[in-house]
């Protein structure tokens, strides 16, 4: 396969020789560096490239050019190469018009030239953005191949795994890739030891358990050491956060995921109100981010390992983990978030994973390319997922309960949401059955206004209708709401409230009835449930857990 390609454009030959010379200087072992001194040029030479079926990572353009300026020659690349990232080159005179370009057509970056010196002011950013290029584009790099049935549930939760754990992998469909089928009868497969996950120098898996995948991915799966002064459960926002905090403040600290790192937050396609990222970032963005951040802080986190117990044991707090296996530490804190509630329809849970999906991750959204896709919920989690999704289907359809979207989702997405062309908000509905032999193949939907109900031809529907805690492996002693949301700090004394903190201090603020237990993230009774709060608390929290480690 070919290198991928970096494009530069700008008119003047002097800036045009700088940039190509500097990009090729760093990039050039792994990228194909092409110039074009206009706008128009730049577009045929696009042409071409897409002709040839070769893939464009970067386009730099100078946003000054006569005939057409950087903005619109990217306005118009787009067509040709949707998924290029795209920096602009400006003057200190154009920041307002490449802020504008942000919002107008999806800018990645704007540069103010000149970028001397290049390892400090250019090098960095065009990283980041080959970094989250290369991500969306995993065939260019990935060893790891899953071979398996489209319609398989579990094929499906391995894919999301590798998905959500970044780990870049090659899907092969046995049903539609002739390599597919090579691959299976070389490693001597029979249909039910599918899906097939090959690892690089590695055995062939048979349909692995998630704990075995991690570990033949080399990916950490149990804790170092017997003792920490803390531990985290979950590594959402929340749990990163405190993560980065605690390491970087000289705790010896673990975090443990069942999942993934990222949290709900991994799956969502742009976050747009974290404070710091004009343009939005990927919720695997950001996850990414943190994990190099606590990685080199020195937190250590244990993956695809599930807490379901814990208990207090003197001054240590324990945790059980699924299988075997516990952590031991002198405090804890829980940022386990909330997960997807379950939708109560005819049909659904047999066809859950084979077409029905709670959820979607990023870069999966591309399967559903030319389908028609339906979306139950009003949030921003559904829009945001109705606008991944519309960059690859033919059509989605929003699938709402309620006769506006006002109320439940910001107007920055409504205004998306509507003048899509692709996308259509089907008010005062429900779904109310899913049929399909193997997979998804129709849904039965009601007008709740007149209660008459139709059928239509559906192999996709994401579900987000709201999310609730699974806190039960608290047990008794830690208090949680009715709903299962952790109850902390003043909330635990409240005059009426049932007393059950056991000290004569009162507890810190994130304090669970536990002494030494913090609650940080969606999961705390009366958080905010957004990714700024969740960081916010994560972050609080350990800053409590110093406060408590002086206390005994
Ligand atoms: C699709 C989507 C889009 C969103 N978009 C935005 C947005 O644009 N802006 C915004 O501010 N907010 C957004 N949110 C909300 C935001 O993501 C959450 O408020 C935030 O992620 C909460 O962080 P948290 O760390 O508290 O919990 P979570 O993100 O829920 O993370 C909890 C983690 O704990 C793990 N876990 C749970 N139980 C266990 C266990 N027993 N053992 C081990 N691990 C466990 C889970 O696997 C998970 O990784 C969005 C949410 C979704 C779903």
Request: proline content about 5%; overall charge negative; hydrophobic content about 40%.
């Amino acid at each position: 396969m070919s290198k991928p390609t970096i494009m530069t454009v700008d008119d003047d030959p002097q800036v045009l020789a700088a940039i190509t010379r500097d990009l090729l200087n760093q990039y050039g072992a792994d990228y194909r560096i092409v110039r074009a001194s206009s706008g128009r040029e730049a577009l045929d030479v696009l042409t071409k490239l897409t002709l040839r079926d070769e893939l464009l990572a970067l386009i730099a353009a100078d946003q000054r050019m006569p005939e057409m300026t950087g903005i619109e020659m990217l306005q118009q690349a787009q067509a040709h190469v949707p998924g290029a990232k795209m920096l602009l080159l400006t003057a200190y005179a154009d920041t307002d018009v490449a802020i504008r370009a942000i919002n107008d057509i999806g800018l990645d970056y704007y540069l103010l030239k000149p970028w001397d010196p290049p390892e400090e002011r250019l090098y960095p950013i065009i990283d980041d953005l080959l970094d989250d290029w290369s991500k969306a584009h995993p065939d260019q790099t990935s060893d790891v191949r899953v071979i398996g049935h489209r319609w398989s549930d579990r094929t499906h939760e391995i894919k999301m795994f590798l998905a959500r754990n970044h780990v870049p992998y090659r899907w092969y469909d046995v049903e539609q890739d002739a390599e597919a089928e090579r691959l299976r009868s070389l490693a001597d497969a029979a249909t039910s030891d599918l899906p097939l996950v090959l690892v690089p120098a590695g055995e062939t898996l048979r349909s692995p358990s998630t704990l075995s995948l991690a570990a033949a991915l080399g990916l950490h799966t149990s804790a170092e050491q017997p003792l920490y002064d803390l531990c985290i459960v979950g590594a959402g926002p929340a749990g990163l956060a405190a993560g980065v905090y605690a390491a970087s403040e000289g705790l010896s600290s673990v975090i443990v995921e069942r999942e993934a790192p990222g949290g709900q937050a991994g799956r969502s396609a742009a976050i747009e109100n974290y404070l710091g990222f004009p343009k939005g970032l990927s919720g695997s963005d950001l996850a990414q981010r943190a994990i190099a951040q606590v990685s080199r802080f020195g937190a250590e986190m244990v993956l695809a390992r599930d807490v379901v117990g814990f208990e207090s044991r003197g001054p240590v707090r324990a945790v059980l983990l699924q299988d075997s296996g516990e952590i031991e530490s002198r405090a804890l804190i829980v940022a386990t978030g909330v997960s997807y509630r379950r939708l109560e329809a005819r049909g659904l849970s047999e066809l859950t994973g084979r077409g029905v999906y709670y959820g979607t991750a990023v870069g999966e959204a591309n399967q559903c390319q030319g389908e028609v896709v339906y979306i139950v919920g009003a949030a921003n989690s559904a829009g945001q997922a109705a606008l991944e999704l519309s960059r690859f289907a033919k059509h989605v359809v929003l699938v709402v309960r309620a006769g506006t979207l006002t109320e439940t989702m910001s107007s920055y997405l409504i205004a998306r949401i509507t003048t899509a062309h692709n996308i259509a908000v089907r008010y005062h509905s429900e779904v109310v059955a899913a049929h399909g032999a193997g997979h998804l193949e129709s849904l039965t939907l009601s007008d709740t206004k007149t209660g008459t109900t139709e059928d239509a031809p559906a192999s996709w529907l994401f579900i987000f209708i709201g999310a609730s805690p699974r806190t039960d492996w608290l047990g008794p002693d830690i208090v949680r709401d009715e709903r299962g949301f952790v109850v902390t700090g003043q909330d635990l004394i409240r005059p009426g409230s049932e007393q059950r903190w056991p000290l004569a201090r009162p507890p810190f603020a994130l304090e669970t009835s536990v002494p030494g237990v913090f609650a940080a993230g969606d999961v705390r009774l009366d958080s905010m449930k957004r990714v700024a709060s969740a960081v916010g608390e994560g972050a609080m929290s350990v800053y409590l857990v110093h406060r408590y480690l002086a206390t005994i």
